[in-house]
Structure formats: structure tokens, C-alpha cells
T-cell receptor, first 112, second 111 residues
Framework: DGGITQSPKYLFRKEGQNVTLSCEQNLNHDAMYWYRQDPGQGLRLIYY???????QKGDIAEGYSVSREKKESFPLTVTSAQKNPTAFYLC???????????FGQGTRLTVV | GQQLNQSPQSMFIQEGEDVSMNCTSSSIFNTWLWYKQDPGEGPVLLIALYKAGELTSNGRLTAQFGITRKDSFLNISASIPSDVGIYFCAGQRLPGYALNFGKGTSLLVTP
């Protein structure tokens, strides 16, 4: 089946540790995105990539890093510099930049 | 990016009732999308709108692209318990701009 796969579904980390969230898609989409969701805040854009080997900061990129070495993969690293990392993280992709976006099932990160 | 104003924030209705929610912006938008999110899951695209005045249906769901290009509406007819979830609007101002999301409308349906 085609789709977007995020793993793991739940992730726990100690404060001060970096952690990488996986996002893989087999839809042959060029564009990929990472959003952060907090209760009552809606979705906020962290990073996006319009094409392989290129990515741009979104609205809340501080404390995060990404890479886009392959079309299918867009991993997100939450670094120790992110002050409030506990959140629900959503990856999405679209055929072209900002056409209809399709989302993965999300990763809930809890930092203790 | 600009956040859209989505209302109401939450709704608590009885099964069988119709539901209306809307999304507004101070800027003109080129595209409006409506998503539904079940608890602990990613949003699922319900309806996409690309033209001012456009009215599009998907089963019991109907969405409209406002004629001013600054708003959009989603209606759900004859609600059922599985309609429970959070509904998000998303808009794109111009090609090349990022999607902007509303904060969501939480819908609860009682049998």
C-alpha cells in the first residue's frame, strides 16, 4: 500500500538527549513537511523540503534539524536545544510544493 | 505563517443533527483544504477547494470556498458518532507559500 509511515508511534527520551523521528513515503511525492501539534495550537510548520537535498525552515525550526538525502525519507532530529520538545509530531507529503498534503499517523514524543 | 481563525472551537451535538464550522483569514487565499483528525492519528484530507465560490461535497460533508477568498465553510449533515474528531481547515495564500492551519474544531456526537 502507498502511504506515509512514521515511526515510532510513541517515543520517550530523557531531557538533554537528541532524538530522531523517522518519516518514509512511497507515494513518489517531491515535497515533504514536518509539523508540530500541541493541544489547542493547531499545526505549526517546523521544516519542509520541496526536493531532494533541499530543505527550508518553517515557523518554529529552532531546536530541530532535518535531512533529505532520499526522495522517500525526511527524518527529523529533535535536539537538546529544543526547550519544549514534548509534542505530537506529524510528517506530511505532497506531489508538488503545497498541493494537497497527506499525513502520516504521527509520533508522540515525551521528554522526561 | 499566518494562522487561520477557525470556529467554533468545539461542538457537542446529538446524533442526527447538522453541523457547521468555518474558517476565516484576513488575507486572500488561493486554496482551502479541510481535514479530520481522529485522536492520536494524523489528519485525513476530506475536501479540497480551488476556486472562489466553489461548493464541493464528499458524502455527508459539504465545503465551500468563500466568494471573498477569505473564508471557507464545512457542513456535516445528519451527524453520526464516527464523525467525532477534530476538523482542521488549511489554506494557501499563493502558490509557493506554506499551508496555514486553523486551530481546529473539536466535534463530539452523542448517540
Amino acid at each position: 500500500d502507498g502511504g506515509i509511515t512514521q515511526s515510532p508511534k510513541y517515543l520517550f527520551r530523557k531531557e538533554g538527549q537528541n532524538v530522531t523521528l523517522s518519516c518514509e513515503q512511497n507515494l513518489n511525492h517531491d515535497a515533504m513537511y514536518w509539523y508540530r501539534q500541541d493541544p489547542g495550537q493547531g499545526l505549526r510548520l517546523i521544516y519542509y523540503s520541496q526536493i531532494v537535498n533541499d530543505f527550508q525552515k518553517g515557523d518554529i525550526a529552532e531546536g530541530y534539524s532535518v535531512s533529505r538525502e532520499k526522495k522517500e525519507s525526511f527524518p527529523l532530529t529533535v535536539t537538546s536545544a529544543q526547550k519544549n520538545p514534548t509534542a505530537f509530531y506529524l510528517c506530511a507529503s505532497s506531489i508538488e510544493w503545497n498541493t494537497e498534503a497527506f499525513f502520516g499517523q504521527g509520533t508522540r514524543l515525551t521528554v522526561v | 505563517g499566518q494562522q487561520l481563525n477557525q470556529s467554533p472551537q468545539s461542538m457537542f451535538i446529538q446524533e442526527g443533527e447538522d453541523v457547521s464550522m468555518n474558517c476565516t483569514s484576513s488575507s486572500i487565499f488561493n486554496t482551502w483544504l479541510w481535514y479530520k483528525q481522529d485522536p492520536g492519528e494524523g489528519p485525513v484530507l476530506l475536501i479540497a477547494l480551488y476556486k472562489a465560490g466553489e461548493l464541493t461535497s464528499n458524502g455527508r460533508l459539504t465545503a465551500q470556498f468563500g466568494i471573498t477568498r477569505k473564508d471557507s465553510f464545512l457542513n456535516i449533515s445528519a451527524s453520526i458518532p464516527s464523525d467525532v474528531g477534530i476538523y482542521f481547515c488549511a489554506g494557501q495564500r499563493l502558490p509557493g507559500y506554506a499551508l496555514n492551519f486553523g486551530k481546529g474544531t473539536s466535534l463530539l456526537v452523542t448517540p
